[in-house]
């Protein structure tokens, strides 16, 4: 059972616009919920995260938005830059287990 | 900042082989993980490490692999007979808490089986 489904697979979005990033989730025991930027060669990297209890959070760029009873989260990226081409990946935990990632999106941000 | 250090970066090994990924985890962390992400594919669990003893293993993680932290830095993983489809990307994680606070990721170990 594939616990966290993401979408789209992969993504080009113009420099400056908005790239947006869906997930959903089938554990409603799931109390964090991350996302991670990875570059080619590298570790997964923590962007932000976000718990249950707000519907939206917010650094820099970067927004989450939590849908609590859809059981779905998505990453927004705002004015939206070439040095943001990565793999966008989500995952869903609860404390003390391991984490459960999304299968990624690839993104493609053109000057 | 704070890193997770995995060596080698790279390995290639022959099918039948033993291999050991090494990590070096966050030095105030307690909470250690191994995940690996097959050639474009998602990153998926494979075990968590605390009190030197597996708290928490996958399906993947089979009689093959195995996990130690020998010394007070190093936290390993091995695999002894290598396969050819254990050719991934290996990641080693800690954290600080069991809430995965400070959760961070290593740049990775390539293992290539031939």
């Known amino acids: 059972q594939q616990q966290v489904k993401q979408s789209p697979q992969s993504l080009i979005v113009q420099k400056g616009g908005i790239s947006i990033i869906n997930c959903a989730y089938e554990?409603?025991?799931?109390?964090?919920f991350p996302w991670y930027q990875q570059f080619p060669g590298k570790g997964p990297a923590l962007l932000i995260a976000?718990?249950?209890?707000?519907s939206e959070k917010k650094e820099g760029r970067f927004t989450i938005s939590f849908n609590k009873s859809a059981k779905q989260f998505s990453l927004h990226i705002m004015d939206s830059q070439p040095g943001d081409s990565a793999t966008y990946f989500c995952a869903a935990t609860r404390a003390g287990n391991q984490f459960y990632f999304g299968t990624g999106t690839s993104l493609t941000v053109i000057p | 900042e704070p890193e997770v250090t995995q060596t080698p970066s790279h390995q290639v090994t022959q099918m039948g082989q033993e291999v050991i990924l090494r990590c070096v985890p966050i030095s105030n962390h307690l909470y250690f993980y191994w995940y690996r992400q097959i050639l474009g594919q998602k990153v998926e669990f494979l075990v968590s490490f605390y009190n030197n003893e597996i708290s928490e293993k996958s399906e993947i993680f089979d009689d093959q692999f195995s996990v130690e932290r020998p010394d007070g830095s190093n936290f390993t993983l091995k695999i002894r007979s290598t396969k050819l489809e254990d050719s991934a990307m290996y990641f080693c994680a800690s954290s600080e808490g069991w809430d995965h606070y400070g959760y961070t990721f290593g740049s990775g170990t390539r293992l290539t089986v031939v």
């Open positions: 976000i718990r249950p209890d707000v």
């Open positions: 554990n409603t025991a799931f109390d964090y």
